[in-house]
């Protein structure tokens, strides 16, 4: 298999934040290379690369989604993301497959955070890229206001490529920088109308290519000299300085169009093609060699020994599991057997399968760069390592598996479909790498943890569309403790006659708080038999299955220490069972004078936000019962450290999200519990007391 096949490869990631146009954009390349029929759209379900219909009916990409088209004797591999912050991991692990970026930029001067993430991995993967600028033939849209977001705000290099002839509905064509021409468009079959250049057309031309031959000759001693002495450079010295440049990530040459009306297209296309590296041209792949660990290199090099990196996988009810992974060396082939490096097992292929939009196409040989797909891969997940037995090679970029920061409690509509709904949801958890699902030990909820409610809502979509399992979402019971701050102790005596044998049990019991986070001591300083060694058991499990319990809240008692110090019993009457009931008597008597509290767990979170929002989310947090801790500087932002009762932040992502205009996010784990203030404690035990009448009614 020839080298200059790799060559003629570009595989690519559309990114971008939501709503800036990169399916539109995506679905114009596919249709204006002739690898579609016609324009797919988006806003009326038509566009191929969102298929699912969650997509579909929201009009938004929520996961990658592939296709290829030729141009010019390249092969260009698409790789279509989401932009929405719910989904952004998925557009994360995708770049991890991709050798450059188009990053499409908003034309509004809107940029959000979440174009900010993706700037940021994209600099962290070292990828070079260009920029497009989409919609320009929408109402108050401006190329100079995304150029200026690219710098001011991305800190990027920007320099214009093509410049827009039009603006919002005049918008017509554009002014090919490079070629020094214009390009006008009649219709939308992508066809352009080619022109010298005349007019204002031509000034704007010729200030834009001044402005590209300086930032590129800046980016290159010799080259800057020359033009220094000439005051221009010369065609192909421009074009293959820019190449040089952009591969090593100096500069993001920018483009515009309109993917609706098909504008600017083949100039987009012209540079993956021209500026964009093939897999050969960018840095060997490092792994681990599976047997002794020592750092390998591997070359997008097709006679090198097979190796592939799964990015993605995607649960087909039908199919069945659907592993995507990008080729790192060698060749891989359908019906090959692999080892699965990263969990050291063999996996056989099935047919090979080249992805277009939902459909797949039978694929027989895939080369370094390609990206492709393989059913029904036994042991396989998203992260492994697929390669030739006898070169094991473990390449792990790591993935993007981000704390989640909603959660939900789940109830399946139908009683006994909880074991459906955990296996079900154990397969969108391996398909969507945000996910998280786990049962509180304390409530024995099913706890569903996410990216955000719209993502949690889309799983819930996702359960009845593909396994058809319903199911409720509410709000996490929070997860209470009970306490005591006093000392006490108090008698159980347990004394039933009713004809025949009676039950007797009686024990006295001492209880004492014992510092946070100690759990459950039980001692026993029975002296003399006062009560047989064979009913201290009984007390002890009395007294657990009551402070499991709780004493006001329903909520389980921790951190006590109770002790047995007497009691009596009857050679007849007293059993295991009477002396559990008396403990539990006697315990609760206890409790009831040793001042029990309600413990609330408390969060640890981290708050990123720009500057000028810091003074809203400190005030916020302070209203949430917060204690701020301190604050760092981080990029044009600060990072804000607090301590937060977890009751006041279960709904904390919409509420950050509109105090920082979607530009903050935050992270959090448990940390530890504190005592609730009376207030919050009165509004506990209430509720409980509430929900137990409730639940007798219901009984009676």
């Not at 993935?399 to 709904?421: M, N």
């Not at 003399?528 to 201290?536: H, V």
Request: some cysteine.
């Amino acid at each position: 298999m020839a080298v200059e096949e790799v060559g003629r490869l570009r595989t690519i990631a559309i990114v971008g934040q939501g709503g800036a146009g990169k399916t539109q954009t995506a679905e114009a390349m596919l249709f204006t290379a002739g690898a579609t029929t016609r324009l797919g759209r988006p806003d009326d379900g038509t566009a191929l690369m969102d298929f699912e219909p969650e997509e579909v009916s929201r009009h938004i990409s929520i996961s990658s989604s592939f296709h290829h088209l030729n141009w010019k004797k390249v092969e260009i591999i698409l790789a279509n993301t989401p932009g929405y912050s719910a989904f952004l991991p998925d557009a994360i692990n995708t770049l991890h497959a991709a050798d450059a970026a188009v990053f499409v930029a908003t034309p509004g001067g809107d940029l959000k955070v979440e174009s900010e993430k993706i700037w940021e991995q994209i600099e962290q993967l070292g990828l070079p890229h260009i920029a497009f600028v989409p919609r320009l033939d929408k109402e108050r849209t401006s190329f100079a206001a995304a150029m200026t977001d690219l710098e001011k705000t991305l800190n990027a290099h920007p320099v214009a490529i093509t410049l827009p002839i039009g603006e919002e509905t005049a918008f017509s064509g554009v002014i090919d920088v490079l070629a020094m021409k214009t390009l006008t468009y009649a219709d939308n079959s992508g066809k352009a109308k080619e022109e010298d250049l005349g007019g204002e057309a031509k000034q704007r031309a010729e200030e834009a290519r001044t402005k590209l031959c300086e930032a590129v000759a800046e980016t290159d001693d010799a080259l800057l000299e020359k033009y220094l002495d000439k005051g221009t450079l010369e065609d192909e010295e421009l074009r293959n300085a820019l190449r040089a440049a952009v591969l090593a990530g100096k500069l993001t040459p920018v483009l515009c169009g309109s993917g609706v009306k098909n504008i600017g297209i083949a100039p987009l296309l012209d540079a993956i093609v021209n500026l964009l590296p093939a897999p050969n041209e960018r840095p060997a792949v490092k792994g681990n060699a599976a047997a002794n660990g020592e750092v390998i290199e591997r070359k997008a090099d097709p006679n090198a020994p097979f190796a592939a990196y799964v990015f993605k996988t995607v649960i087909d009810p039908f199919v069945g599991k659907l592993s995507i992974f990008r080729v790192i060396s060698g060749k891989a082939a359908s019906d090959a057997t692999v080892l699965n490096a990263t969990h050291q097992s063999r996996e056989r292929f099935g047919q090979l399968l080249r992805l277009e939009g939902k459909k797949q196409a039978p694929l027989a040989v895939a080369l370094p760069g390609e990206i492709a797909a393989v059913a029904k891969l036994k042991d396989t997940t998203t992260g492994d390592t697929l390669c030739d037995e006898k070169s094991p090679i473990i390449s792990e970029p790591p993935l993007t598996r981000p704390t989640p920061v909603i959660s939900f409690a789940l109830r399946p509509k139908t009683k006994g479909d909880e074991e459906k709904a955990s296996a079900a949801l154990q397969k969108l958890i391996e398909e969507d790498l945000a996910l998280d699902m786990h049962r509180d030990p304390q409530t024995h909820e099913i706890i569903l943890s996410g990216s955000g409610q719209m993502h949690i809502e889309l799983t819930v979509e996702k359960l009845k569309r593909k396994f058809n399992v319903e199911v409720e979402l509410q709000a996490p019971k929070v997860p209470y403790k009970e306490a005591i701050k006093g000392r006490s102790e108090a008698q159980g005596k347990y004394k039933k006659q009713s004809g025949g044998r009676g039950q007797y049990g009686d024990c006295w019991l001492k209880v004492e708080p014992l510092p946070r986070g100690t759990g459950f001591e039980f001692v026993d300083e029975i002296v003399g038999g006062a009560i047989p060694r064979n009913f201290i058991p009984s007390v002890e499990k009395g007294v657990r299955n009551t402070l499991a319990e709780g004493f006001m809240s329903g909520n389980p008692m921790v951190d006590v220490k109770v002790t047995v110090f007497d009691g009596s019993y009857h050679d007849v009457d007293s059993s295991d069972m009477a002396f559990q009931i008396a403990a539990s008597m006697g315990i609760k008597a206890a409790l009831e004078k040793a001042k029990p509290i309600i413990l609330e767990p408390i969060v640890a979170i981290e708050v990123s936000c720009p500057d000028e929002c810091m003074g809203d989310v400190i005030g916020d947090l302070n209203a949430r019962r917060g204690k701020v801790l301190g604050m760092d500087s981080k990029g044009n932002g600060q990072v804000i450290k607090a301590q937060v009762p977890m009751s006041e932040v279960l709904k904390y992502a919409p509420d950050l999200r509109s105090l920082t205009s979607g530009r903050g996010s935050f992270e959090q784990h448990f940390s530890h519990y504190e005592e609730a203030p009376p207030m919050v404690a009165d509004k506990i035990v209430k509720e409980a007391q509430a929900a137990k009448e409730a639940r007798s009614h219901a009984h009676a």
